[in-house]
């Protein structure tokens, strides 16, 4: 189905016109309200559904290193193949080494299968490196792209030679260019000569990655995170920070430095979940925080990291007070904050400093937010945060702080969180709900009495999961447009909010619905991607009163299903208008601009669809996505007062936003 719309918007003067409309919104364009955070809307990213590795980290071979616990999974090898562990690296020390079959027609190598499979796209250049040592100082393997389902009579369609002329350990390169799109390609190495020969780090990236860094991220899921213009980027995520044990949650200093020395590191998700289990699933921490910090910076978005507060999941560790750590043994965890902090944004002289400037940053990355904890609840947190609270503040009083409500969005832990969080003084309290439909249709006015006097609010996870229908489709991200109004209209107090979860694999998810999906080789905007877009692109600068017969837009009663909010951009004096029409009919909607004139067309953007079931796929990317359009604008002039109007007809379930300039 094509959900292009043609619609045509009839301008009314002031006077005369408003009585004839149903819908009558009111905007004060000369009373600019609270200042609209630049980190309002941003991203979350967590390492679940291969949203890392096998996801936006560009590396293409998976257990590059060996050092999955079972060493060669990912990996088939032929001839005489031995694992040994004693290599160059300290904290990756397996290696494999090919030596010669033993008669001339076999052969000896490895094979590897990548991420379900390793995609390649059609003319573009991919980077083999290893780690590598020949016996008698000389050897040479022979690199291969291989397609396994062909009917052609080579499974190569790609291969190269590479010589190996040092006794040592060192790093060698060649690029490999592909002749076509595939899927599911795997990597194949021979071993070509007669002198056997040791790998280590056996790697694959597009040279075309995102920002063309070495290191980096693919291009289009990096572009995509871009696109949406985020203020903030949230990361490494939420529950892998805690992880199930102490053993395996996340430490951010495993994950800097040259990427051969970062340590495997077990992803709790990847036995949380039996119906959805992947005994593959690790962390290579090739994306590490460095990467992260890189990331922000080249999206333009404000790095927040989350660390642990001395804390697994509570959900996996059920309020047992002997799975966290005691106490009086929080030091070391508090110092990872301090570190970090100074990592971030200590000079080059500095210890951490200086760390961050040898991985090629000299310049501070200026990080002003640090979350410690991750969607924890009751004492067990608050008294382990207290410490953390009173370390950090002392010594880096700037930095703004942000604790956790718990997993509830209301409720009487949710009630006790932000008291605790109030009393400890954070700066901002990072509230989750994922709720169906019902939920955010009846919470339109979510934050109007918030207390203002307090911490301010990160919606720091979100998303409207429908009832029984818990993928990606149109209705559930209409009433997340919905819902959004509210908090760009208390802007005073949300701050930030951020959709989760970010990216998902086709083949390899644990949850849905996620903001991007993907395969190796495409990938697709859901929805919901274009929600947050919106929002994103159209934030403004300042929040401007709107309301229809004296209340807020906000699906109240007697509104039809309407929800809708106002601010404007002081750079250029732009008004934005954002409404939603949820109901099942079409509405008749009148914005009156009080103190605006001159305006004479809107410039508008519409989400819309008559399937809500439907959603966007790999075959179809682009079924449901915003369309340009315009609507007309007239101005009036009544008494000494200046007011421009416009009417529209906005069909049932469509979300549009007016761009309005004097």
Same mark, same amino acid.
């Given at each position: 189905?094509?959900?292009?719309?043609?619609?045509?918007?009839?301008?009314?003067?002031?006077?005369?016109?408003?009585?004839?409309?149903?819908?009558?919104?009111?905007?004060?364009?000369?009373?600019?309200?609270?200042?609209?955070?630049?980190?309002?809307?941003?991203?979350?990213?967590?390492?679940?559904?291969?949203?890392?590795?096998?996801?936006?980290?560009?590396?293409?071979?998976?257990?590059?290193?060996?050092?999955?616990?079972?060493?060669?999974?990912?990996?088939?090898?032929?001839?005489?193949?031995?694992?040994?562990?004693?290599?160059?690296?300290?904290?990756?020390?397996?290696?494999?080494?090919?030596?010669?079959?033993?008669?001339?027609?076999?052969?000896?190598?490895?094979?590897?299968?990548?991420?379900?499979?390793?995609?390649?796209?059609?003319?573009?250049?991919?980077?083999?490196?290893?780690?590598?040592?020949?016996?008698?100082?000389?050897?040479?393997?022979?690199?291969?792209?291989?397609?396994?389902?062909?009917?052609?009579?080579?499974?190569?369609?790609?291969?190269?030679?590479?010589?190996?002329?040092?006794?040592?350990?060192?790093?060698?390169?060649?690029?490999?260019?592909?002749?076509?799109?595939?899927?599911?390609?795997?990597?194949?190495?021979?071993?070509?000569?007669?002198?056997?020969?040791?790998?280590?780090?056996?790697?694959?990236?597009?040279?075309?990655?995102?920002?063309?860094?070495?290191?980096?991220?693919? *291009?289009?899921?990096?572009?995509?995170?871009?696109?949406?213009?985020?203020?903030?980027?949230?990361?490494?995520?939420?529950?892998?920070?805690?992880?199930?044990?102490?053993?395996?949650?996340?430490?951010?200093?495993?994950?800097?430095?040259?990427?051969?020395?970062?340590?495997?590191?077990?992803?709790?998700?990847?036995?949380?979940?039996?119906?959805?289990?992947?005994?593959?699933?690790?962390?290579?921490?090739?994306?590490?925080?460095?990467?992260?910090?890189?990331?922000?910076?080249?999206?333009?978005?404000?790095?927040?990291?989350?660390?642990?507060?001395?804390?697994?999941?509570?959900?996996?560790?059920?309020?047992?007070?002997?799975?966290?750590?005691?106490?009086?043994?929080?030091?070391?965890?508090?110092?990872?904050?301090?570190?970090?902090?100074?990592?971030?944004?200590?000079?080059?002289?500095?210890?951490?400093? *200086?760390?961050?400037?040898?991985?090629?940053?000299?310049?501070?990355?200026?990080?002003?937010?640090?979350?410690?904890?991750?969607?924890?609840?009751?004492?067990?947190?608050?008294?382990?945060?207290?410490?953390?609270?009173?370390?950090?503040?002392?010594?880096?009083?700037?930095?703004?702080?942000?604790?956790?409500?718990?997993?509830?969005?209301?409720?009487?832990?949710?009630?006790?969180?932000?008291?605790?969080?109030?009393?400890?003084?954070?700066?901002?309290?990072?509230?989750?709900?994922?709720?169906?439909?019902?939920?955010?249709?009846?919470?339109?006015?979510?934050?109007?009495?918030?207390?203002?006097?307090?911490?301010?609010?990160?919606?720091?996870?979100?998303?409207?999961?429908?009832?029984?229908?818990?993928?990606?489709?149109?209705?559930?991200?209409?009433?997340?447009?919905?819902?959004?109004?509210?908090?760009?209209?208390?802007?005073?107090?949300?701050?930030?909010?951020?959709?989760?979860?970010?990216?998902?694999?086709?083949?390899?998810?644990?949850?849905?619905?996620?903001?991007?999906?993907?395969?190796?080789?495409?990938?697709?905007?859901?929805?919901?991607?274009?929600?947050?877009?919106?929002?994103?692109?159209?934030?403004?600068?300042?929040?401007?009163?709107?309301?229809?017969?004296?209340?807020?837009?906000?699906?109240?009663?007697?509104?039809?299903?309407?929800?809708?909010?106002?601010?404007?951009?002081?750079?250029?004096?732009?008004?934005?208008?954002?409404?939603?029409?949820?109901?099942?009919?079409?509405?008749?909607?009148?914005?009156?601009?009080?103190?605006?004139?001159?305006?004479?067309?809107?410039?508008?953007?519409?989400?819309?669809?008559?399937?809500?079931?439907?959603?966007?796929?790999?075959?179809?990317?682009?079924?449901?996505?915003?369309?340009?359009?315009?609507?007309?604008?007239?101005?009036?002039?009544?008494?000494?007062?200046?007011?421009?109007?416009?009417?529209?007809?906005?069909?049932?379930?469509?979300?549009?936003?007016?761009?309005?300039?004097?």
């Amino acid at each position: 189905m094509n959900t292009k719309l043609i619609f045509a918007s009839l301008a009314l003067g002031c006077a005369s016109s408003l009585m004839a409309q149903e819908h009558v919104m009111t905007i004060e364009t000369k009373k600019a309200g609270a200042d609209i955070a630049k980190t309002m809307y941003g991203v979350f990213f967590e390492d679940i559904n291969y949203a890392a590795d096998g996801g936006l980290y560009g590396e293409l071979v998976k257990n590059r290193s060996f050092e999955f616990p079972q060493s060669l999974m990912g990996w088939q090898t032929f001839g005489n193949v031995k694992l040994k562990n004693d290599g160059p690296f300290e904290r990756c020390p397996h290696y494999v080494v090919l030596s010669d079959a033993g008669h001339k027609e076999r052969r000896t190598g490895l094979q590897n299968e990548g991420y379900f499979g390793i995609g390649v796209l059609k003319g573009e250049d991919y980077r083999f490196t290893v780690w590598a040592k020949a016996a008698n100082g000389t050897s040479k393997i022979r690199v291969q792209l291989i397609d396994q389902s062909t009917m052609e009579e080579r499974q190569d369609f790609v291969s190269s030679t590479l010589d190996i002329t040092s006794a040592d350990w060192k790093k060698y390169e060649l690029i490999l260019k592909s002749p076509k799109t595939d899927n599911n390609a795997n990597l194949r190495i021979f071993l070509d000569s007669k002198n056997a020969v040791a790998l280590e780090h056996i790697s694959l990236f597009p040279v075309n990655t995102f920002k063309n860094r070495e290191n980096g991220m693919r *291009r289009d899921l990096g572009q995509a995170l871009a696109d949406v213009h985020p203020g903030v980027l949230r990361f490494p995520g939420g529950c892998i920070v805690e992880g199930e044990t102490l053993e395996n949650r996340y430490q951010w200093k495993n994950t800097i430095g040259p990427v051969e020395n970062r340590p495997l590191n077990r992803n709790r998700w990847e036995f949380t979940f039996d119906h959805r289990y992947f005994p593959d699933y690790f962390q290579s921490y090739g994306l590490g925080f460095f990467e992260y910090f890189q990331l922000a910076e080249d999206i333009g978005a404000e790095p927040l990291p989350v660390l642990n507060v001395g804390m697994v999941c509570q959900y996996q560790n059920w309020n047992d007070p002997k799975a966290h750590v005691a106490l009086d043994k929080l030091q070391p965890y508090i110092q990872d904050c301090l570190d970090l902090i100074e990592f971030a944004n200590g000079d080059t002289t500095t210890v951490w400093g *200086r760390k961050r400037a040898e991985m090629g940053h000299p310049a501070p990355f200026n990080m002003k937010y640090l979350a410690v904890g991750n969607e924890q609840w009751e004492n067990l947190y608050f008294e382990r945060l207290k410490p953390f609270v009173k370390a950090i503040k002392a010594r880096y009083p700037h930095i703004q702080l942000i604790g956790t409500s718990g997993p509830d969005s209301e409720g009487e832990a949710f009630e006790h969180g932000w008291k605790a969080m109030t009393e400890l003084k954070a700066d901002l309290v990072d509230e989750h709900f994922y709720r169906n439909e019902k939920w955010f249709l009846s919470h339109g006015l979510r934050y109007e009495n918030y207390n203002r006097k307090g911490p301010k609010v990160f919606a720091g996870e979100y998303a409207c999961h429908g009832d029984g229908k818990k993928w990606n489709h149109y209705e559930t991200s209409l009433y997340e447009a919905a819902f959004m109004t509210d908090l760009e209209r208390n802007a005073d107090i949300v701050r930030m909010a951020t959709y989760a979860p970010l990216f998902a694999h086709i083949d390899g998810w644990q949850w849905r619905p996620d903001m991007m999906w993907y395969d190796n080789v495409r990938m697709f905007k859901t929805v919901s991607y274009y929600v947050q877009q919106m929002y994103a692109q159209n934030r403004g600068t300042n929040v401007l009163p709107l309301l229809m017969n004296g209340k807020p837009v906000a699906g109240q009663e007697g509104q039809d299903g309407l929800f809708a909010s106002a601010v404007t951009d002081r750079n250029d004096g732009t008004v934005v208008v954002k409404v939603i029409n949820t109901s099942d009919k079409t509405q008749n909607v009148t914005l009156s601009l009080k103190g605006m004139k001159q305006a004479s067309q809107a410039v508008t953007t519409t989400l819309t669809c008559t399937d809500m079931d439907a959603e966007n796929t790999l075959d179809t990317p682009d079924r449901i996505v915003p369309l340009k359009g315009t609507a007309a604008v007239a101005a009036a002039q009544k008494g000494k007062t200046a007011c421009s109007t416009l009417s529209d007809t906005l069909p049932a379930k469509t979300f549009r936003v007016y761009r309005i300039k004097k």
